[in-house]
């Protein structure tokens, strides 16, 4: 089990990046949340098995196929036990 938070920069607003993240995040039935910077950057914590949080972190540095990624800033947290995913606004 961990925590990992990334920071998305690229063309990653107004390109579905938070839903479709949401959307494999449940799918992987992880927790945590994704939410826009004012930066114009996605912020993203995800927590579950380790390789489930791996695989999302993978994800982030493709995104939805609207996307254009061109970096994923990647910090290990001490878990939380959250319990499902959020999009924040």
Do not use: Y
């Not at 107004?14 to 994704?34: H, P, Q």
């Amino acid at each position: 089990m961990k925590r990992m938070r990334v920071v998305v920069s690229g063309e990653v607003q107004g390109v579905f990046f938070r839903k479709g993240c949401a959307e494999e995040a449940r799918k992987r039935g992880l927790a945590g949340f994704v939410r826009n910077t004012p930066e114009g950057n996605v912020e993203a914590a995800f927590e579950g098995p380790d390789e489930d949080v791996d695989g999302m972190v993978a994800w982030c540095r493709h995104g939805t196929p609207w996307a254009d990624v061109d970096s994923v800033e990647v910090e290990e947290e001490q878990p939380k036990g959250d319990s499902g995913f959020s999009i924040e606004r």
